[in-house]
C-alpha cells in the first residue's frame, strides 16, 4: 500500500511540477501578450493530454492488478479446498481402518467367548456325568 501513495504522489508531483514548470518558462519569455497566451493555453492543453495518459495508464493498471489478485485468491481458494479434500480423506481412511479394526478385536473376542461357553458346557456335562456316577454307587 505504501509503493502506491508514493507512485501516486510522484504522479502528482510530476503533474503540478510540469505545469509550474511550464507556466513559469512561458511568463518570463519575451513573448507578446497574445503569443504568451496562446502558449499558456498549448501548455494546459499539454498538461490536460499528459494527464489523461496517466489517468488511462492508471486504469490499466488497476485492472491488471485486479485480475492479478483476483487469479491469486482463485488459486488460494483452490490450495484450500484441496487441503480440506485431503484432509478430510485421510480422517475418512483413519476411521475406516480404526473401525474394521474394533470389528476384528469384537469378532476375536466374541469366538473366544463362544469358545469359553463351549468349555464351560462341557466341564458341566462332565461334571453332571460325575455327579450321576456318583450317585448310582
Known sequence: MGDNINSKDFIIGTLI???????????FAPKSGKELRDDINQGAIQARDRANEWK????????EWKDIA??????LKKKALDTTNE??????????????AAQEKL????EK????????????DKVEDKVEEATKE
Open 113 to 124: 467367548g463362544d469358545e469359553a461357553l463351549e468349555k464351560a458346557d462341557e466341564i458341566a
Open 56 to 63: 488511462d495508464t492508471a486504469i490499466v493498471k488497476g485492472t
Open 17 to 27: 511540477g510540469s505545469m509550474v514548470g511550464a507556466s513559469l518558462a512561458l511568463l
Open 70 to 75: 483476483y487469479e491469486k485468491g482463485s488459486e
Open 107 to 110: 469378532d476375536t473376542l466374541s
Open 87 to 100: 484432509l478430510t480423506k485421510n480422517v475418512s481412511e483413519k476411521t475406516q481402518k480404526l473401525t474394521k
